[in-house]
């Protein structure tokens, strides 16, 4: 019988190491906060591709959360097409 491991996040889980799922985790909130503003304007697919400067497969993994597909640079500038200013805030662990 294995020992099973307990993980304060689902990134903890899921990277290899604590940078690794603190870039997984800075990657998916930024991908919320832009699915939400494209939610938020009613967007289509094709809209915010547009808008973005990316074709719509690229806003469909977005909006599906495929979170590997993405790196934080071009998630700021998507991000920063929409209009957003990005920021990051550093908290003690």
Known sequence: MSKVELYASVWDAIGD???QAANLRSRAELMQKIAARVKLHGW???EAASRCGVTQ????DLL????SR???D????????LGCRV????EAA
Do not use: K, Y
Not at 57 to 60: A, E, G, H, L, Q
Not at 64 to 67: A, I
């Open 64 to 67: 599906r959360g495929r979170v």
């Open 57 to 60: 497969p690229r806003i469909n």
């Open 17 to 19: 190491t604590q940078e």
């Open 70 to 72: 993405f790196s934080l």
């Open 87 to 90: 920021r990051f805030d550093l």
């Open 74 to 81: 071009a998630l700021v500038n998507i991000a920063t097409a």
């Open 44 to 46: 289509t697919q094709a």
